[in-house]
């Protein structure tokens, strides 16, 4: 998971947190932080990259078996008496 993201995403956290407890900001900041890294790193995310590539593999793959599926009838057709 991107840190930066984490990291972003528990600033914007903190900042939403009333004017009151503003002192805390800080800890609360490295509590959200923490709290996202654990909740995300428990998630079985992938990256868009990776999602990406298993897309592209996935795509070449039904190509071929497309391919062997329409070699395979020809080949059956051709054994078939006519």
């Known amino acids: ?8 995403l528990a600033r914007k ?3 939403n947190v009333p004017g009151s407890l503003r002192t805390a900001q800080a ?10 890294q654990s ?8 990256t868009r990259e990776e999602f ?3 897309q592209r593999v996935l ?7 497309a391919r ?4 395979l009838a020809r080949l059956e057709g051709a054994g078939q008496p006519g």
Do not use: G, Y
């Open 1 to 8: 998971m991107n840190t930066d993201f984490i990291t972003d």
């Open 13 to 15: 956290l903190a900042a």
């Open 27 to 36: 800890d609360l900041e490295r509590n959200f932080e923490a709290l996202l």
């Open 39 to 46: 909740t995300f790193s428990r998630l079985d995310l992938v």
């Open 52 to 54: 990406e590539v298993q």
């Open 59 to 65: 795509e070449r793959t039904r190509e071929k078996l």
């Open 68 to 71: 062997l599926e329409a070699e």
